[in-house]
């Protein structure tokens, strides 16, 4: 089929905004081949949760599920701050050189992308974070309003079947959540005590995660290892929503294990095709009417710069580059708690979302109950990092203290500054000789007195809550190992300082599109993205099925 | 045979006690290399993972065998033991398995504080590596709570009290 034109558009990833964008053009009658450069992965096979083993396992990996990036120097860390160095009393000190670790970032490529491994929070980004320059002077406006986010986020949640409660403050929604929220763990009751006492806000989280079986997949069952993989299929991966959505339509072809490994350039401002590495080494063509980029904020401003600088009139594609800021912090409870049991991130705490609810700085964050994120599925994880030392005493403290861990997390807004970017790697390349990407991420200094507030509240919490002897703390002070990573394709009106215009069209390339969170001009006050990823990839489809 | 095993052996034979003759034989056998690091390590693993509350101590689970047999680790562990043997013979004991267990405990201890190459990052290596293979243990994990495959099940009492 090379140089043929075989389908309406090519979209290229096949996580939340490229399955997204594929259901929302398919339903409108558009054909679409949805390219990925991972596997697909088997919901019975691959996510082995029956096995005596499962705690040892993880996410799987799978051959070309994941990418490769390299990293620039890490930041030097400035003074000491006892409250965000990352450790444990079982391990020790993660950092003792002085310099931010640059370890991962979390990125799964395949059908379904990082949604198969995510959380699964649903959440809407608060209203004013998308105002953040003209309301605050900083960072850079979302050139368009929440009113205009409303319905398209409305139809992702009917998709994915996303369960919450009543009213998320700020957050207005025109009609309900489709499902009723999931009921609160027990250690999410916990820390809701807690939370009280301190006169916090604590609610049930919103949830790609079915509390009632919704079309024709099974309702949670509450094992809590939602960042293993999903074998039940009640968690709204993409691969179960949006792209068995699209696949129904009969007008979605899906390629896994097919890399894009450049985009070819056309006349009149469009651009013409992609260069797609096979198997076997050798590169086919695929001619794209319209090509929808959705490899998220690190992949897509590498395939874009890797194009010759495809779509940089500005300057800014890899530029504005925000990780996850975020902190958990594990105490121990003098009761057990068992806290991985239920669904991760159950419960949340709003109360300093908005960009102005922090004192003293712009940019706001949230908390939650991070039993289940806190990789402490495992009694052997718990063992070594929740009890120091070894020998008897070590051992009758895990018989003791097993199941006491209680875990807060908080996740805030970074704002983009001018030494965080990516960028290709001068050297570094991949089996189709094309650079890699390279990430830079620098924290200023309202990003740290931002997560300098978030841990004090956190131990505020636990300690409320009644848990008081901390046994770890990690953060992303001296440790990179983001999730949630933005704004490498800015939208915006203004072509000189974006890269895409408010529907994720490029401003130059009439057919090329972007529809992941490399457009977010802000970070949010620590909202999961991936429901604003797929809100703004359905509008995307919307505005090229209306030309 | 030194003069002070040689008096011991005499000693033993003079008294005719088989417990005291046995145990000073032993003493008196230098095993081969490979054999004294497996020695050595099954007590270390011991020491540092044993059975409480009635559940198995690490070497009976044999999880000294698979770090022994693991070549990230060879260098490590030859370090390792011989550090342990030096500081046991500082300390009056024919080597590290010489030593009772207050005695192996102080030794993993002051490895583990001591500033010599490498005699840090090999306690350290084996409080990750034996302490995940003995947690992770199917036998082990069985004695604890909440331990099990969370599907197919799930945890039907998330909202309550753990029993």
Known sequence: MSGDVSWDVVVVGAGAGGAAAAYGLCRRGLSVLLLDAGPRFDASTDYPLTQADWDARGFPEKPDSTGTVTFAAGQKLNGNEPLLA?????????????????????????????TLHFTGEAHRIHPDAMKMKSRFGVAADWPLDYAEMERHYLEAEELIGVAGPESQGARWRSRGFPLPPHPLSYAAKTLGAGAKALGLGW?????????????????????????????????????????????????????????????????????????VGRRDGSIERIASPHLVLACGAVETPRLLLASDGLGNESGEVGQNFMDTLFITVGALHPEPQHGRRGLPSDAISWDFNAPDAIPGVIGGCRFYNAAGESELGGLADFALRAVPGWGREHAQAVRRLWGHALHVGAIGEMLPNRDSRIDLDPTARDRFGMPIARIASSLAEADVARLRFMARKSHELLAASGAEKIYESYSSWDWFSATHVFGTCRMGNDPNNSVVDGFGRSHRWRNLWVADASVFPSSGGGEAPALTIQALALRTAERIVKG | MNRRNLVLLLGALSVGGAAV???????????????????????????????????????????HKDLIASPDLQALITKGVAWLDKHAALHGAADFVALDEAGRLAAIDAAFASKDDGTQPFVFALRQQLGTAYYSEPAIKSKFAYTGPPQPDGFPDFQERPT
């Open chain 1, 86 to 114: 990352s450790g444990s009393r079982g391990l020790g000190p993660m950092v003792t050189n002085g310099t931010r670790l640059m370890e991962k970032y979390h990125h799964v490529r395949g059908i379904g992308g990082s």
């Open chain 2, 21 to 63: 003759l046995w145990r000073t034989l032993a003493s008196l056998w230098r095993p081969g290399s490979a054999e004294r690091t497996a020695r050595t390590m099954a007590a270390v693993a011991d020491v540092m993972f044993p059975g409480v509350d009635g559940l198995p101590a690490a070497s009976t689970l044999g999880l």
């Open chain 1, 203 to 275: 609610q049930a989280n919103s949830r790609a995660a079915l509390s009632l079986p919704w079309n024709g997949r099974p309702a949670c069952n509450y094992c809590g290892a939602c960042n293993n993989g999903c074998p039940v299929g009640d968690k709204g991966s993409a691969d179960v929503t949006f792209i068995a959505a699209a696949v129904a339509t009969g007008r979605c072809t899906i390629r896994p294990q097919s890399p894009v490994i450049r985009i070819e350039r056309g006349s009149d401002d469009r651009v013409a095709a992609v260069l």
